[in-house]
T-cell receptor
Framework: AQSVAQPEDQVNVAEGNPLTVKCTYS??????LFWYVQYPNRGLQFLLK??????LVKGSYGFEAEFNKSQTSFHLKKPSALVSDSALYFC????????????FGGGTRVLVKP | EAQVTQNPRYLITVTGKKLTVTCSQN?????MSWYRQDPGLGLRQIYY???????DKGDVPEGYKVSRKEKRNFPLILESPSPNQTSLYFC?????????????FGPGTRLTVT
């Protein structure tokens, strides 16, 4: 069965500092990986995805993520965090071998302090 | 504007009183899905639909029903709500079930069952 782990419930970072949100996954086939962000009282918004190709994926709002097959990780990064990046972030994986089901991690709350 | 809409946004009801949460998308998407979000558990899929008249169970379908009579609409029905169905519900859609397609989420419906 596929699974996603986000080991940190919350990440605190000062504005202007680098931001990293961790995600590891487990699938039986090739993974298709996604990051979504949820702002307060809003639905989830798509940030970026890895399907194939370059391991470094660039997405919306200056975010990027690095796919690491050997470590089964897909960490989300931003070089310089903004207060407006404070939100709940979800990693998700889709496994074609599991009928294309999308499985979400538990979410990581990011708090960027001015 | 391309969007997924849900109604109502907030609902407080009593145990056993049937309710329906509507979901509509204007993007001509084939795939639609319902999730519930609970703290620490991320999003769990309730039901999904690959096209009109085609629906299937997700991870937590017990106590829920869905229908897909039109491509744009995918209502979630709770025939006899119970307190353990108190949660935040999201409807989502994507172009198809293909691995590479990201999902678009509605704004959420916060349901409280007393």
């Amino acid at each position: 069965a596929q699974s996603v782990a986000q080991p940190e419930d919350q990440v605190n970072v000062a504005e202007g500092n680098p931001l990293t949100v961790k995600c590891t996954y487990s699938v039986s086939g090739n993974p298709y990986l996604f990051w979504y962000v949820q702002y307060p009282n809003r639905g989830l918004q798509f940030l970026l995805k890895y399907i194939t190709g370059d391991n470094l994926v660039k997405g919306s709002y200056g975010f990027e993520a690095e796919f690491n097959k050997s470590q089964t990780s897909f960490h989300l990064k931003k070089p310089s965090a903004l207060v407006s990046d404070s939100a709940l972030y979800f990693c998700a994986v889709r496994d074609a071998a599991a009928g294309n089901k999308l499985t979400f991690g538990g979410g990581t709350r990011v708090l960027v302090k001015p | 504007e391309a969007q997924v809409t849900q109604n109502p946004r907030y609902l407080i009801t009593v145990t056993g009183k049937k309710l329906t949460v509507t979901c509509s998308q204007n993007m001509n998407h084939e795939y639609m899905s319902w999730y519930r979000q609970d703290p620490g558990l991320g999003l769990r899929q309730i039901y999904y639909s690959m096209n009109v008249e085609v629906t299937d169970k997700g991870d937590v379908p017990e106590g829920y029903k869905v229908s897909r009579k039109e491509k744009r609409n995918f209502p979630l029905i709770l025939e006899s709500p119970s307190p353990n169905q108190t949660s935040l519900y999201f409807c989502a859609s994507s172009l198809s079930l293909g691995q590479s397609y990201e999902q678009y989420f509605g704004p959420g419906t916060r349901l409280t069952v007393t």
